[in-house]
């Protein structure tokens, strides 16, 4: 026996390879598809779902036999090192948010190419959006993608325009480069950016983002709302408040750069 084999785990490496698996499958698998792909017994892959589920690591769709990665193992890759998790530190100031906007306030971060929510604090009103942790959402129709964007390297921008297709998804929808970057642009200037019904009719999202000390994109933060509450004349006041909920979380992080008042 080789000294690599002798110190292998091999229910460890079981279940690093269902947790790899899934992250390359947002929309969930089912366990028999599990054991079928990765070549796992069912009973097995059953005792490595429920240990992770019992963590909050994976959890499970409902109404459906389905699994995903769950919400601890999402914010566990927001790029924060060496400070308090971003989640643990944003909600305090979401919920303060959605006290003053009375709207859902929801923070994820950039995963890959995508976005991905991290968390929600859901509405107040009798009709909210509510958001699960772990959705993922194309970086070109959402609010908090345009910030993301806005704060790549040149390379990273170059990248990730070259492989899109722009789906269509409303007549709202942005299908160019030239009219995604006017707003990407727009976005690094003013601190926040918007979602005007690009990604869902009926549903409308301002963003802004969250740094750290060094200065770097760690995540964002953003409204939700229905289009028949917050209109476009509505959108810039609420703006403004999401930007400064955010620059509050920011200077939690130790960011100090904050644009003068």
């Keep these: 026996m080789s000294i690599e084999d002798k110190y292998r785990v091999p229910g460890l490496e079981r279940g690093l ?12 698998m089912s366990m028999g598809e599990l054991s079928t792909r990765l070549g796992i017994p069912t009973n097995s892959i059953y005792r490595i779902l429920a240990t992770l589920e ?22 566990m890759s927001a790029p924060v090192t060496g400070v308090p998790s971003f989640v643990e530190s944003s909600l305090p100031h979401m919920r303060i948010l959605r006290d003053e906007t009375k709207e859902s306030i929801l923070c994820g971060t950039l995963l890959g190419q995508e976005g991905v929510v991290l968390e929600q604090v859901e509405g107040l009103h009798s009709f909210s959006f509510r958001i699960k942790p772990g959705l993922r959402f194309p970086l070109y129709t959402a609010a908090p993608g345009k910030l993301f964007l806005a704060h790549m390297s040149e390379v990273e921008r170059a990248t990730y325009l070259e492989c899109q297709s722009f789906e269509k998804f409303t007549p709202n929808t942005l299908t160019s480069v030239s009219s995604l970057m006017k707003e990407v642009k727009q976005a690094e200037q ?38 028949s509450r917050v209109l476009p004349t509505d959108l810039l006041p609420f703006a403004e408040k999401v930007r400064e909920c955010a620059e509050r979380i920011s200077l939690s992080f130790g960011y100090s750069k904050l644009r003068a008042a």
């Design 17 to 28: 390879r269902v947790i790899e698996f899934l992250n390359d499958h947002p929309d969930g």
């Design 54 to 75: 019992r963590g909050n690591y994976v959890q499970k769709r409902e109404n459906s036999s389905h699994y995903f990665l769950g919400s601890k193992l999402l914010s």
């Design 190 to 227: 003013d601190g926040y950016a918007f979602d005007r019904e690009e990604e869902m009719i009926g549903q409308v999202c301002v963003a802004s983002g969250v740094f750290n000390r060094s200065g770097r994109l760690i995540g964002a933060i953003w409204m939700v709302a229905p289009s």
